[in-house]
């Protein structure tokens, strides 16, 4: 009788254990309709870290996928150089305004606001050491890295204004560090560059995008008057797309106090003259303030101004009123003049 009971019980355990396999495969695989279940453990998962926007894709980097943070920030630049640097005696800059093209490892990113960039002196650091300082300063306030790559992957034809300033990547062996804040109201870019096979300076630059405070005041059709009776010419900034001689939006303004200045004074003609930097080849910037100042001329005449008191011509580079030298002084350069022919 006990031998019939033990013969019941391991059939019994046979049974139960087949069925319970029913819902498994080979190699611990569960099969597609096996149900779910619910744990009762808790989550202990560790909390995210910043989102590391890098070039994950086709497209490069998503500012769309970077959190909005808002961190307790010192003063502009915000960053300082690692400990042994001391800031270089050339290729500084610090401006309230300007553009610098940032690299995502698959596009550019144009980003305009406050500029700096600093040379730093030393050989202390490995390009390793200078990247990973600024990627934890920079992730350390909410930010994240964007990219840390090859210079010459950037390619320099993929610059649109054809700025280089200290990056060489047709050196073939100089790096670049990207990273980002993005805050509520601005975004702070900064990029480290550096040799890796060298162990010497780097550059930090840091940008703060916000848009341009206009600083010029309009000058109307009064003053110029004034200046075409004292000096025979007066200079007016007026903004083109870049490279083109389409006149921007906001200038505007400045085209209809000339025609202002023409309907009042019907004996006045003008010459009107484009001129440039010296940035680009001369025969291309004569070319380039040619159109420029036909432009103007077609402005004008668009607003009633008869064909007859109007001329234009451009000189490129060849007239310049202050060094080409400088920033500022290609700013300068960059004009178009009204000159009295009568």
């Not at 800059?93 to 500029?115: A, N, P, Q, S």
């Not at 700096?116 to 300063?137: P, R």
């Not at 008869?306 to 500022?328: C, F």
Request: hydrophobic residues 35%.
């Amino acid at each position: 009788m006990h031998s019939i009971t033990k013969i019941l019980i391991l059939v019994l355990v046979l049974i139960l254990g087949g069925c319970a396999r029913k819902g498994e495969l080979s190699g611990g695989q569960v099969a597609s309709n096996a149900q779910p279940t619910t744990s009762s453990i808790p989550d202990v998962s560790p909390p995210s870290a910043p989102i590391l926007a890098t070039n994950t894709s086709a497209s490069g980097f998503d500012i769309n996928k970077v959190p909005v943070v808002s961190p307790q920030l010192g003063k502009f630049p915000y960053f300082g150089l690692i400990e042994g640097y001391r800031r270089g005696q050339s290729s500084n800059k610090d401006v309230d305004f300007d553009r610098y093209e940032f690299f995502d490892g698959t596009k550019i990113i144009t980003i305009e606001g406050r500029l700096a960039t600093i040379a730093a002196d030393g050989n202390n650091a490995s390009a390793f050491q200078v990247f990973k300082t600024y990627e934890s300063l920079v992730t350390g306030l909410g930010g994240v890295k964007v990219f840390e790559g090859k210079a010459e992957d950037m390619d320099p034809l993929r610059l649109e204004f054809s700025d280089m300033r200290h990056r060489y990547p047709v050196y073939g062996t100089d790096h670049i560090g990207v990273y980002m804040l993005r805050m509520p109201e601005s975004e702070i870019w900064v990029e480290a560059y550096i040799n890796p096979n060298q162990r010497g300076p780097y550059y930090l630059t840091v940008v703060e995008k916000k848009a341009l405070e206009v600083k010029a005041s309009l000058l109307p059709a009064e003053e110029m008057k004034k200046e075409l009776d004292a000096k025979g010419h007066v200079a007016l900034y007026i903004n083109f797309d870049f490279n083109k001689a389409d006149i921007k939006p906001e200038s505007q303004p400045i085209i209809n106090e000339v025609v202002k200045l023409l309907k009042s004074n019907p004996g006045l003609n003008l010459k009107v003259e484009g001129h440039t930097d010296d940035v680009g080849t001369p025969d291309y910037n004569k070319s380039l303030s040619d159109a420029r100042a036909k432009s103007v001329v077609a402005a004008l005449r668009a607003q009633g101004i008869a064909d007859k008191r109007l001329d234009a011509v451009g000189y490129g580079e060849d007239k310049p009123i202050a060094d080409n030298g400088s920033d500022a002084g290609r700013a300068q350069n960059r004009r178009v003049e009204l000159v009295k022919t009568s």
